[in-house]
């Protein structure tokens, strides 16, 4: 852009050491309702990543010295805060996003504050294990205590949602963080760092660096004083995690892609079973990792669900995601809309047949919005299981729809993929439901419902879908180090 242009975009700047510090690079970001650049992220690199681990190294022996209560009421200031600006956030993240204003202002800024009080709460509430000896005369029980500086890499479907996911945990119990939001979505990132001093967070407790994967992620990954990573994005990228921090022997904890499975039977409660499985498969469009977008339905319900499932998702009105009566805003970028597509074209070429949506049905969106990067609900029938858009993961408004007869097939197909994040199971049947609950390769299972989350529970994927688990106790478990004392009497 000119100069003149530029003077009008909001420019971020790294948080580092409780300063915000301007870069010597910045990278454009768009804003997915109308593909215009509205936004220049510092491009940083090792110097920055540099300059933000030794803050965070700093902050360390104050900040982990202090005792949980403390820094439970500074989590909840900082709550607070957040909920206090909660508009402002919600209005920054639907225009950075491209999800719909609706979405921002009930989902996505309302959890990241319930992250930060949660953790605020279940930092109090931790114990550690003791046990006797009489025979030997010992005693040994447990401690535990932070680990140290704490690397933070959050994708751009949930922004502020999945950062604070981290963050929270990771300084309740004591740690120092350094975290890079993704380059597409840093605004509500930036704004929080203006809100930490304020909550009484010392400086250097929470840095952030915007940039890239390839040079900030790459850096922050690679840096021996970093001795945590918790990482959610692509299993492509996390191998690449794994492989650079293995010559430090860092504990990751890698939240990935999923390719995740609804499976209806027959005694499903349709009016129960329709409305959600709809949400699941389009909520934020289809951009997150717990959407649904393998629909499995049993042969004697197969055309009524198909019938009701594709009247329902033609109700869903895509466009301006500032319109609050829209509920599918934008896709992420021009690169994801177009990557997206394609599965569709590819589906196609392979006999696949599509019945609402993508190359159906006529796209209408307002004139500022011509040029953003919008795509209708999409549902694609007659897709064999080999096929790509049911391996791998789309991450868009396309769900595929296909028939099953035995609850025994049904478990293989769902199985076949190298995903197992999380599961849907629709049936009227208690035994059932728990049966097949069990055999599924996958980390959550919701049964007649979806996205129920209890935060205490632990939450992550099997196979390609991730490492670890975070929750109450898992999260603590992850950001803390256990020690066994034995103590001879």
């Not at 990573?229 to 010559?247: D, H, K, M, N």
């Not at 999923?258 to 934020?284: M, Y």
């Not at 198909?306 to 992420?332: H, M, Q, R, Y």
């Not at 049911?390 to 991450?395: D, S, T, V």
């Amino acid at each position: 852009p000119t100069m003149a242009h530029s003077k009008a975009l909001l420019v971020l700047e790294n948080f580092i050491g409780g300063k915000f510090v301007p870069c010597s690079s910045y990278i454009d970001s768009y804003n997915p309702s109308t593909g215009d650049v509205y936004c220049r992220v510092p491009d940083s690199g090792k110097e920055e990543v540099e300059a933000a681990v030794k803050a965070a190294k700093d902050a360390f022996p104050i900040w982990s010295s202090k005792s949980p209560l403390e820094r439970s009421q500074i989590l909840n200031k900082l709550a607070d805060l957040i909920e206090h600006d909660l508009e402002e956030f919600a209005q920054a993240e639907s225009k950075d996003q491209g999800k719909t204003i609706t979405f921002a202002r009930t989902v996505d800024i309302p959890r990241a504050v319930h992250n930060f009080r949660f953790f605020a709460s279940s930092i109090l509430h931790h114990v550690t294990e003791c046990s006797e000896m009489p025979a030997m005369g010992c005693v040994h029980y447990t401690s535990r205590a932070p680990v140290g500086v704490a690397g933070l890499i959050s994708p751009w479907n949930l922004p502020l949602y999945l950062l604070t996911w981290k963050i929270a945990p990771a300084i309740a119990c004591g740690n120092t963080v350094v975290a890079k939001p993704s380059e597409m979505t840093s605004v509500t990132a930036w704004m929080m760092c203006k809100l930490l001093e304020k909550a009484g967070v010392p400086p250097g407790v929470v840095n952030v660096v915007f940039g890239t994967g390839a040079r900030a992620g790459e850096a922050l990954v690679c840096h021996p004083d970093v001795p945590l990573i918790s990482f959610t994005g692509s299993t492509r990228t996390a191998q690449r995690i794994t492989e650079r921090s293995a010559p430090h022997c860092k504990r990751l904890s890698l939240e990935l892609g999923g390719k995740n499975p609804a499976i209806i039977f027959d005694d499903a409660d349709l009016s129960q079973c329709i409305p959600t499985t709809v949400r699941s498969s389009f909520a934020n469009q289809g951009e997150i990792c717990l959407c649904t977008s393998r629909i499995f339905v049993q042969r004697g319900i197969y055309s009524e669900f198909l019938k009701k499932f594709v009247a329902e998702a033609k109700k869903w009105k895509t466009g301006n995601p500032s319109d609050p009566t829209i509920d599918v805003g934008a896709l992420i970028s021009k690169e994801h809309l177009e990557k997206v597509r394609t599965y569709v074209k590819k589906a196609q070429a392979e006999g696949a047949r599509v019945l609402c949506g993508e190359g159906v049905d006529p796209l209408a969106v307002p004139p500022g919005n011509q040029k953003g990067y919008f795509m209708l609900p999409t549902v694609i029938v007659e897709v064999k299981d080999e096929s790509c858009c049911m391996q791998e993961e789309i991450f868009g408004p396309v769900t595929c729809v296909v028939a099953f007869d035995t609850e025994e097939e049904v478990i293989r197909r769902a199985n076949g993929v190298k995903y197992g994040l999380a599961a849907t199971v629709w049936s009227g049947n208690v035994g059932r439901v728990h049966r097949v609950a069990h055999r599924l390769q996958s980390g959550l299972v919701w049964t007649n419902c979806w996205l129920v989350r209890d935060l205490n529970l632990p939450f992550g994927g099997m196979k390609a879908s991730g490492i670890g688990r975070e929750g109450a106790k898992d999260s603590y478990e992850f950001f803390t180090e256990v020690k066994t004392i034995t103590i001879k009497h």
